[in-house]
């Protein structure tokens, strides 16, 4: 009877528990708290925290390869790229690009804030990590979930749980990191630059932008293929008019399967041995080091740009060129508001953020292919 | 590990300079495609635009 | 007789003030809502309110007519 008791108490996973898988529940649990509570990014937060939870309760085997039925989902989706990929599927369905055709210089600033990124990398570089890594770090600048992720997996899959989580945690950010840079980077009578009412776009130019845009891309950067090709499918599934149920079903049901998907295994690649490691405090570090690096990237790209126009443009929409969709965007507008109640740069600000999507892709490819 | 600086340059410089040249390129053919566009939809409506007010724009005035 | 009119496409969220109303310049007369961000749009030139042309949760284009102030 006592042997019996003994061999379940033995078999059961709390003897095999280590300190290791102590904190990562902390890590769990915090990351909770801060999905349910706060509300940060909760659809992504709340299925990595359950996934680290999940992955930390010993002989379980989830992440087992060729076993566990966690590690599938790894596997097939995120180590074979096919959930970033359908998420941009979906993101392009809800995406506007209507601000930034009516104004194509924001495109610019799309491109401006990716700089900031490869200073991040220099910077990754510098502290010991090797330069797969350190472009995985990197790409956290560019403010874009699925992007992060498709690069981390490819480049160094080791770091997919801190890089993922900590794009995601700044992304919530946005509206606490950016505000002290923008205020830092550009003067009150910049701030209260009022830009005119934006162009109308037809429909034809609208529908045109993602076949343009698709064929441009990847026949200049192939590597950018699986996730500029999806963008623009969905953007264009959005825009014809004729497949609304596509378009529906690519930005509702699908991504919000395959969001289930993607923050369970991303929480589930943080087991204790992985993520305890004083390199993942320097990630999160890193990536905030690159969050802010991009958002000054972007100020000054506008800054330079104003030297140049005719029409100056408020130097706060530069911010809005690392991708957080739409949180830099509105916060750009509040802090424009702030200087001058009746500057409404919301529409203004939706051209470069949306443009930094593309950037941050054209960024992740371009890594990619020197690197991979 | 030695880090290999020469190729840290390298990915630095191409990556920043190739960002910049795609989004360049993108924004020509942007601007390209929306004169185009415009063109055409002028040049249809040119055609149209005679009899075309009298009727669409009646209900919208008040 | 100013109009006042939509500096971004929305929905309106709340309207403050109704006809016959004496309003003063930068009162909020109307909050806008886009991108699930509240936008207050504020009063331009002193008056009375001699029309609304919006109800709450319409939803309006830029440069739509919201208010018409005598």
Same mark, same amino acid.
């Given at each position: 009877?006592?042997?019996?008791?003994?061999?379940?108490?033995?078999?059961?996973?709390?003897?095999?528990?280590?300190?290791?898988?102590?904190?990562?529940?902390?890590?769990?649990?915090?990351?909770?708290?801060?999905?349910?509570?706060?509300? /940060?990014?909760?659809? =992504?937060?709340?299925?990595?925290?359950?996934?680290?939870?999940?992955?930390?309760?010993?002989?379980?085997?989830?992440?087992?390869?060729?076993?566990?039925?966690?590690?599938?989902?790894?596997?097939?989706?995120?180590?074979?790229?096919?959930?970033?990929?359908?998420?941009?599927?979906?993101?392009?369905?809800?995406?506007?690009?209507?601000?930034?055709?009516?104004?194509?210089?924001?495109?610019?600033?799309?491109? $401006?804030?990716?700089? $900031?990124?490869?200073?991040?990398?220099?910077?990754?570089?510098?502290?010991?990590?090797?330069?797969?890594?350190?472009? %995985?770090?990197?790409?956290?600048?560019?403010?874009?979930?699925?992007?992060?992720?498709?690069?981390?997996?490819?480049?160094?899959?080791?770091?997919?749980?801190?890089?993922?989580?900590?794009? /995601?945690? /700044?992304?919530?950010?946005?509206?606490?990191?950016?505000?002290?840079?923008? &205020?830092?980077?550009?003067?009150?009578?910049?701030?209260?630059?009022?830009?005119?009412?934006?162009?109308?776009? %037809?429909?034809?130019?609208?529908?045109?932008?993602?076949?343009?845009?698709?064929?441009?891309?990847?026949?200049?950067?192939?590597?950018?293929?699986?996730?500029?090709?999806? =963008?623009?499918?969905?953007?264009?599934?959005?825009?014809?008019?004729?497949?609304?149920?596509?378009?529906?079903?690519?930005?509702?049901?699908?991504?919000?399967?395959?969001?289930?998907?993607?923050?369970? %295994?991303?929480?589930?690649?943080?087991?204790?041995?992985? +993520?305890?490691?004083?390199?993942?405090?320097?990630?999160?570090?890193?990536?905030? +080091?690159?969050?802010?690096?991009?958002? $000054?990237?972007?100020?000054?790209?506008?800054?330079?740009?104003?030297?140049?126009?005719?029409?100056?443009?408020?130097?706060?929409?530069?911010?809005?060129?690392?991708?957080?969709?739409?949180?830099?965007?509105?916060?750009?507008?509040?802090?424009? %508001?702030?200087?001058?109640?009746?500057?409404?740069?919301?529409?203004?600000?939706? $051209?470069?953020?949306?443009?930094?999507?593309?950037?941050?892709?054209?960024?992740?490819?371009?890594?990619?292919?020197? =690197?991979? | 590990?030695?880090?290999?600086?020469?190729?840290?340059?390298?990915? +630095?410089?191409?990556?920043?300079?190739?960002?910049?040249?795609?989004?360049?390129?993108?924004?020509?053919?942007?601007?390209?495609?929306?004169?185009?566009?415009?063109?055409?939809?002028?040049?249809?409506?040119?055609?149209?635009?005679?009899?075309?007010?009298?009727?669409?724009?009646?209900?919208?005035?008040? | 007789?100013?109009?006042?009119?939509?500096?971004?496409?929305?929905?309106?969220?709340?309207?403050?003030?109704?006809?016959?109303?004496?309003?003063?310049?930068?009162?909020?007369?109307?909050?806008?809502?886009?991108? &699930?961000?509240?936008?207050?749009?504020?009063?331009?030139?002193?008056?009375?309110?001699?029309?609304?042309?919006?109800?709450?949760?319409?939803?309006?284009?830029?440069?739509?007519?919201?208010?018409?102030?005598?």
């Amino acid at each position: 009877m006592l042997d019996i008791l003994k061999d379940l108490i033995y078999s059961s996973g709390a003897v095999s528990l280590t300190g290791g898988n102590l904190v990562m529940w902390l890590v769990s649990f915090v990351l909770l708290y801060l999905a349910i509570k706060k509300q /940060y990014e909760p659809l =992504l937060l709340l299925p990595i925290a359950f996934g680290i939870l999940i992955v930390n309760l010993p002989l379980t085997f989830l992440m087992e390869p060729e076993h566990g039925l966690v590690w599938f989902f790894y596997h097939y989706g995120i180590e074979l790229d096919i959930i970033p990929p359908l998420i941009f599927l979906g993101l392009g369905a809800m995406i506007d690009f209507g601000p930034l055709i009516a104004n194509p210089k924001t495109l610019l600033l799309g491109a $401006g804030a990716q700089a $900031g990124l490869y200073v991040t990398f220099f910077a990754a570089v510098l502290f010991g990590f090797d330069l797969q890594e350190a472009a %995985s770090i990197a790409i956290i600048g560019g403010a874009d979930g699925p992007t992060t992720i498709f690069l981390t997996s490819k480049l160094a899959p080791h770091l997919l749980g801190a890089t993922a989580v900590s794009a /995601y945690a /700044y992304m919530a950010l946005v509206p606490i990191i950016q505000p002290p840079m923008m &205020k830092l980077l550009t003067t009150e009578h910049e701030r209260k630059i009022v830009m005119g009412k934006l162009r109308p776009v %037809s429909k034809l130019q609208r529908v045109c932008f993602p076949i343009v845009t698709a064929m441009a891309i990847m026949l200049m950067v192939p590597t950018a293929a699986p996730l500029i090709s999806m =963008l623009m499918l969905g953007n264009l599934f959005k825009e014809s008019g004729v497949v609304e149920r596509l378009s529906k079903a690519a930005s509702n049901e699908l991504m919000n399967i395959v969001t289930i998907f993607l923050g369970l %295994s991303v929480g589930a690649t943080m087991t204790a041995g992985t +993520f305890l490691s004083p390199k993942v405090l320097f990630i999160f570090f890193l990536g905030l +080091f690159a969050f802010i690096v991009s958002t $000054g990237a972007g100020l000054i790209m506008a800054k330079i740009m104003n030297l140049f126009l005719k029409n100056k443009i408020n130097p706060l929409i530069g911010a809005a060129g690392v991708s957080a969709v739409p949180m830099a965007a509105r916060c750009v507008h509040k802090v424009g %508001s702030e200087a001058n109640r009746r500057n409404y740069l919301l529409m203004h600000a939706m $051209g470069p953020n949306v443009a930094g999507v593309i950037g941050t892709v054209v960024a992740a490819a371009i890594l990619l292919k020197n =690197l991979g | 590990m030695e880090t290999d600086w020469s190729k840290v340059m390298e990915v +630095f410089a191409t990556g920043i300079i190739g960002v910049f040249v795609v989004m360049i390129l993108l924004q020509i053919l942007t601007q390209l495609s929306t004169r185009i566009i415009d063109f055409v939809e002028n040049f249809g409506k040119g055609e149209e635009s005679s009899p075309e007010p009298k009727s669409p724009t009646a209900p919208s005035k008040d | 007789m100013p109009e006042l009119l939509a500096p971004i496409a929305g929905n309106v969220w709340k309207v403050l003030i109704a006809v016959g109303d004496k309003v003063e310049l930068d009162d909020e007369l109307i909050i806008l809502e886009a991108l &699930k961000m509240e936008t207050p749009i504020y009063c331009d030139d002193g008056g009375t309110v001699s029309e609304v042309r919006v109800k709450e949760g319409d939803s309006v284009n830029e440069g739509d007519v919201l208010v018409i102030i005598d």
